[in-house]
């Protein structure tokens, strides 16, 4: 057990329960914030005298509106509106749908309890992760908070746990697909939830895009769709042993959610290889060329923020001879050619007969297989328009 004398403690979940770990700061009254990152997946736990006051999250799902809108609690349109009032004002989100009208004060409350209950949940799936507690640490809210007590929290999350390891030996994976039964297909009577699932099983999605569809809870939606199993109107019917599948064999339109997600967790492989495997379908889909280059202007974001900066100035690590034994499109031996050691990212990528997003995509090849170092500052600001 850690010392509780100590303002800072750091550590990897696979060595330390998630468990024992807010055990010890509800115990020990700490006051401060729970940085927990497992991958691209970053989470924020904010306590004081050992109560949840607070959590936040990088996952979609996870945020104030997407969470509203799986409840229920409002509409597309009314988020919209939030999120444009809230660019003017500042305002937090939750004030913002109060103001409108969508719910009361009581309601924001019980909204964010639900929020923050999910997203300490969603912890105890994870196999590991880093974390650090800052002692002391906490925003200067203007936001609405909430106090729960850790010890509820912890027995739920423990036993969300434990059942995910039955939940597992149906599915797997979050790649398996589904099917419904003649008696799915001939249900009635189904609640809302239970309709909207069924409806994007029909759509040959995998559990993976359904998940990103409903915008409900992982396990929440793990949960439902076993028991969907188990009732007899669902079944696996495709990649139960969790391979992935070949992303060009996809549906576009789920192809298109996969993409979204490794943006929000900013996998740039994978958003790299989802782009390649749509682009070339994207002018045989309704509205596709529109969805596709916002994902490019997206993926062009991400490697700015982290990978490559505008500022930096490339130089050639290979000698000449290795480079003319190096196999190069007419495209990359352009940008190659151009590289003099004293201009930076931004003027090559102005000057470059290809794309913003395709001249840094030729970059990324070129640091992978050593052929280039970037030098110079690393102030970000990419180029726009």
Same mark, same amino acid.
């Given at each position: 057990m850690p010392d509780s004398s100590s303002s800072q403690l750091a550590g990897n979940l696979s060595t330390m329960s998630l468990a024992d770990l807010l055990q010890w700061l509800c115990l020990g009254r700490k006051t401060g914030t729970l940085h927990l990152q497992n991958g691209r997946v970053r989470k924020q736990v904010y306590l004081h005298e050992g109560h949840l006051v607070s959590a936040g999250s990088n996952i979609s799902?996870?945020?104030?509106?997407? !969470?509203l809108l799986h409840h229920g609690r409002i509409t597309d349109g009314d988020l919209r509106a939030a999120l444009s009032a809230q660019a003017s004002n500042n305002k937090p989100l939750g004030e913002i749908f109060c103001d409108m009208g969508l719910m009361d004060q009581a309601g924001l409350i019980?909204?964010?309890?639900?929020?923050?209950?999910e997203t300490i949940y969603d912890l105890f799936l994870w196999e590991e992760g880093n974390f650090h507690f800052n002692a002391g640490e906490l925003p200067d809210w203007s936001v609405t908070q909430i106090r729960l007590d850790l010890t509820g929290l912890i027995m739920e999350g423990v036993r969300r746990k434990d059942e995910m390891g039955l939940i597992r030996q149906t599915l797997p994976s979050n790649r398996v697909r589904l099917a419904l039964t003649d008696r799915g297909r001939n249900a009635s009577g189904l609640e809302a939830f239970d309709r909207s699932l069924l409806e994007l099983v029909q759509r040959k999605?995998? =559990?993976s895009g359904i998940c990103s569809q409903s915008r409900a809870p992982e396990f929440v939606l793990l949960k439902r769709i076993h028991d969907l199993i188990e009732q007899g109107l669902l079944s696996v019917v495709e990649d139960g042993s969790g391979r992935q599948l070949p992303l060009d064999q996809l549906p576009f339109d789920e192809c298109l959610q996969h993409c979204?997600?490794?943006?929000?967790d900013e996998d740039l492989p994978a958003v790299v290889e989802c782009l390649a495997s749509l682009r070339p379908r994207a002018g045989e889909e309704s509205g596709g060329p529109a969805e596709v280059e916002r994902l490019v202007t997206s993926a062009t974001e991400l490697i700015y923020s982290t990978m490559i900066s505008p500022?930096? =100035?490339?130089k050639m690590k290979r000698s000449l001879d290795t480079l003319v034994s190096m196999t190069f499109s007419a495209e990359e031996g352009f940008v190659v050619s151009s590289i003099d050691g004293t201009t930076d990212i931004r003027s090559l990528v102005q000057i470059s007969p290809v794309s913003e997003y395709d001249t840094l995509l030729? !970059?990324?090849r070129l640091l992978d297989e050593g052929v280039i170092d970037l030098t110079g500052t690393a102030d970000i600001q990419p180029r726009r328009g």
């Open positions: 799902r996870e945020r104030l509106g997407q !969470f019980n909204i964010l309890q639900l929020k923050a209950e999605l995998s =559990v979204h997600s490794f943006l929000e500022n930096l =100035v490339p030729i !970059f990324r």
